[in-house]
T-cell receptor
Framework: EAGVAQSPRYKIIEKRQSVAFWCNPI?????LYWYQQILGQGPKLLIQ????????DSQLPKDRFSAERLKGVDSTLKIQPAKLEDSAVYLC???????????FGAGSRLTVL | KNEVEQSPQNLTAQEGEFITINCSYS?????LHWLQQHPGGGIVSLFM???GKKKHGRLIATINIQEKHSSLHITASHPRDSAVYIC???????????FGTGTSLTVIP
């Protein structure tokens, strides 16, 4: 079974620039999560999709972050404009709905200068 | 207050020592994960538990549903066990996970 694919693995940008991350979940997994992990902390949920609908985006800074999951498969997370405090690893994870199984991608490490 | 609390935050052990990491949670859950994250690496699920105990090699995970507590044990620890270990609880009232802040383990040769 292929894992959760993410790209790019690393990205360095200057503040006020924009960046986009892509995630391809495990085939058949209805639930897709985007997490932000700052160094030394546990993952913080940014947004959760169930198929192509948003279940929870309460912690997504909507003035600068956006995410979509077209057709209920791939997802993109965009940051525009980026701030220094956005430097983190952005983790995508997927799960069969309501099953509690969770598989993470390798993450996309963002550095904002 | 976090829904999931882990202890200790940091742990240093000598190679060969027996290690225990604890996780307490305050929400109702249907499953609990122990996750491992090596420096610069992705997150891997070591165990998913809903009751009792699971063992994989030198790793053992236990959960006490009544006490809302889980432990991860590492026997005969090795430097390659050095990583961050994260407890994640899957809520039984919604399709969501709650994460602990992680325990950073360093095993010294």
């Amino acid at each position: 079974e292929a894992g959760v694919a993410q790209s790019p693995r690393y990205k360095i940008i200057e503040k006020r620039q924009s960046v986009a991350f892509w995630c391809n979940p495990i085939s058949g997994h209805a639930t897709l999560y985007w997490y932000q992990q700052i160094l030394g902390q546990g993952p913080k949920l940014l947004i959760q999709f169930q198929n192509n609908g948003v279940v929870d985006d309460s912690q997504l800074p909507k003035d600068r972050f956006s995410a979509e999951r077209l057709k209920g498969v791939d997802s993109t997370l965009k940051i525009q404009p980026a701030k220094l405090e956005d430097s983190a690893v952005y983790l995508c994870a997927s799960s069969p709905a309501f099953r509690g199984v969770l598989t993470f991608g390798a993450g996309s490490r963002l550095t904002v200068l | 207050k976090n829904e999931v609390e882990q202890s200790p935050q940091n742990l240093t052990a000598q190679e060969g020592e027996f290690i225990t990491i604890n996780c307490s949670y305050s929400v109702g859950i249907s499953a609990l994960h122990w996750l491992q994250q090596h420096p610069g690496g992705g997150i891997v699920s070591l165990f998913m538990l809903s009751s009792g105990k699971k063992k994989h090699g030198r790793l053992i995970a236990t959960i006490n549903i009544q006490e809302k507590h889980s432990s991860l044990h590492i026997t005969a620890s090795h430097p390659r066990d050095s990583a961050v270990y994260i407890c994640a609880a899957f809520s039984n009232t919604g399709n969501q996970f709650y994460f602990g802040t992680g325990t950073s383990l360093t095993v010294i040769p």
